[in-house]
């Protein structure tokens, strides 16, 4: 763009940023037609995908320039090719595949939260009913259990290599809101002598169970039913994992949680957390700072909490020290704070 | 972003994709709250727009931070203030204010279509009932023609610049599918000597007359009744309008308007359309080509045309040449057809 180009207002962001709903659907419409998988398969013009996925030619040909707009394909001499990003991530035949995420990130329950953003910056909170997706036993955990594993796959082998690289001690770890239980999971891969105890809702423990069993983790691997804010913890824990959690909740309610997380550790262990932590600016790094107005829309009172925040929190909740680190090429940070 | 983290595919494209429908809904938020006219008359901290906006500050500090890194906004201690593109186009007291925009460009009938692409897709046009946005008499036109002057209103003052630059002879105009009458009346605006005829729906070209009204252009301002394939256009038009209307149609349908419209023009008359012109790649430039899925979505059988497809319609209908211009900073082109 020539910097007078840049300098003259246009109303093309506004225009990008009204119709960008129609990148998310538009994205929905690919993975169900599996155009991703199909062009993954060697069909590369508009006939061929559209034979493989049972559409019309015209329609495949501008679903696919969109997404060649949008990043996902490639397109030379009228033939379609898939990105790194979308073979790795959006043929159905890559162990990475996240097609089946959208169960999750596109359920009515995140999305008709967007649908009155207005009300819930007025209120300060989820406009949806019964606190939002915090509410008690929301079977939408259930869903982000079975759906939203292989978003965390690249995380849970992360983290572990980080806090626990050595790997050759013995450590019990406590893995609240355990979900699909894959954190838990992926420190019982790392080290053998690893035990892990997973806490969730009963329907959502079933889940990682389910993928407990699969990694052949039964004798390891034991569960707490329940909400983390009610139930009896335990204690002689060298790790508590927090994955995925504080931000849906105000800091008062984290403090609470945290005193709790302290008292089941041992002297010398650590809580390791997993959050979307932007900046003090809280607009930078950008992906990780959207977070934010994903709470809004979803929770009464949670947040993406900078460092700061994270670290005043555990503070407050008697840990001693916190430190933070990056964990590319994932979006999100994470805290480990010493008992 | 370093090179190798350039390399390893993520899923970042993916989750903003899949999320892509926060900012549309964001940015309706932002304007119904008015928070960029809140910040143009000089508020800048998340306190001050919440108590204008009558909101909560957490809210409101959460919407702006994403209005942030959408780009509508800039931070700085804490302090937000509009971008050149958000005070020209979104705050109220603006001339060029486009916030009304949305009633049109948010309407159910453009959002229901985008909700099921994948049917689209299939069929290879609109899933929507009806024929979609070109039914017979679809009442969006009304609100199409009500909300949409303002996002005309920088194309309708450059064509006839571009058209007509000595404007000083006597040209009779036939305004195809007026709208809001816009570019026949900057014509007439642009040359005193020139007479427009409008041609629209009645309940439309209500809107359109109006605002020849306002314009002060009632003597050199006359309507036609009625659908442009059905009605008579007469005769003797040095210049026949086309704008923004064949991209809803097939070509075969937009050769026998064109055959018709050359009837229309006298010895040395032109036709004058107004489109979302991609290069013939079909995927550059973006925002212009990204207009083939709106077309995809709410038309049976339309589409954003590249040039040689329009160039053909043109020489099938009969006309010697076309030529096309860009017409910065809009995303549209202008592509002038000799009779």
């Not at 109303?11 to 991703?36: C, D, G, H, M, W």
């Not at 199909?38 to 015209?58: L, Q």
């Not at 003090?280 to 934010?292: G, I, Y």
């Amino acid at each position: 763009m020539s910097s007078s180009a840049a300098q003259q207002p246009t109303p093309q962001l506004f225009f990008q940023t009204i119709n960008a709903y129609q990148r998310t659907e538009s994205l929905k419409a690919a993975i169900e037609l599996e155009v991703f998988t199909a062009i993954g398969e060697g069909n590369a013009t508009p006939s061929d995908i559209a034979k493989r996925c049972s559409t019309s030619e015209r329609g495949m040909r501008i679903l696919c320039d969109y997404l060649c707009i949008m990043g996902f394909l490639a397109k030379q001499d009228q033939r379609y090719s898939l990105t790194p990003d979308a073979a790795m991530f959006l043929d159905k035949r890559s162990p990475a595949y996240l097609g089946g995420t959208t169960e999750f990130l596109c359920s009515p329950m995140l999305t008709d939260g967007s649908k009155n953003i207005a009300e819930a910056v007025r209120k300060g909170g989820t406009a949806l009913p019964d606190e939002g997706t915090i509410g008690p036993e929301n079977p939408v955990w259930v869903k982000f259990a079975r759906a939203m594993g292989p978003m965390m796959a690249m995380p849970s082998q992360l983290i572990p290599k980080l806090v626990d690289p050595q790997a050759n001690q013995k450590l019990k770890i406590l893995d609240i809101a355990a979900g699909h239980g894959l954190f838990g999971i992926g420190f019982a891969r790392n080290n053998p002598q690893a035990e892990i105890v997973a806490l969730d809702w009963a329907p959502v423990l079933a889940v990682a169970k389910e993928n407990a069993r699969q990694a052949g983790l039964t004798d390891r691997y034991s569960t707490i039913e329940g909400s983390a804010f009610d139930v009896e913890f335990g204690s002689g824990y060298d790790l508590v994992l927090l994955t995925n959690f504080l931000h849906h909740f105000d800091p008062p309610t984290c403090e609470t949680l945290l005193r709790k997380v302290r008292t089941a550790l041992v002297e010398g262990g650590r809580a390791v957390t997993l959050e979307f932590v932007p900046n003090d600016d809280r607009v930078t790094p950008p992906d990780t700072a959207t977070f934010s107005m994903m709470m809004l829309i979803s929770t009464p009172a949670g947040d993406a909490y900078t460092f700061a925040e994270l670290e005043k929190m555990f503070a407050n909740a008697g840990f001693t020290r916190s430190t933070i680190q990056q964990l590319p090429p994932t979006i999100e940070q994470v805290v480990i704070s010493e008992r």
